[in-house]
């Protein structure tokens, strides 16, 4: 199973990013997708979780901000940020897993999203 995240970046704080996560060597379709984050100093947090069947869970922190989608067809996994802070700051990296709670069955390297004040 390969994970490549892409479209993070600096932006400014109120501003939006797209982030994407591209997956194969996997059934796409049946696997549960999430998105962490780790800021500098910080343990690796979650951040959203979509089922295979669509059931979304988010962080406290990110909840009416960010929107996780997933994509089967093109096997790719998103997350909608909007109204980004500053306190968002950190490496976001999208995991695959058998089930919600499960086994992990990849990680992706990670992308860097900062936004400043």
């Known amino acids: 199973v390969v994970l490549v995240e892409s479209g993070g970046g600096l932006v400014q704080a109120g501003e939006s990013l797209r982030l994407s996560c591209a997956a194969s060597g996997v059934v796409f379709s049946i696997v549960t997708m999430s998105w962490y984050r780790q800021a500098l100093g910080k343990e690796r947090e979650l951040v959203a979780t979509i089922s295979n069947s669509g059931d979304t869970d988010y962080a406290n922190s990110v909840k009416g901000r960010f929107t996780i989608s997933r994509d089967s067809a093109k096997r790719t996994l998103y997350l909608q940020m909007s109204s980004l802070k500053p306190e968002d700051t950190a490496i976001y990296y999208c995991?695959?897993?058998?089930?919600?709670?499960?086994?992990?069955?990849?990680w992706g390297q990670g992308t860097q999203v900062t936004v400043s004040s």
């Open positions: 995991a695959a897993q058998n089930r919600p709670g499960g086994k992990f069955l990849s």
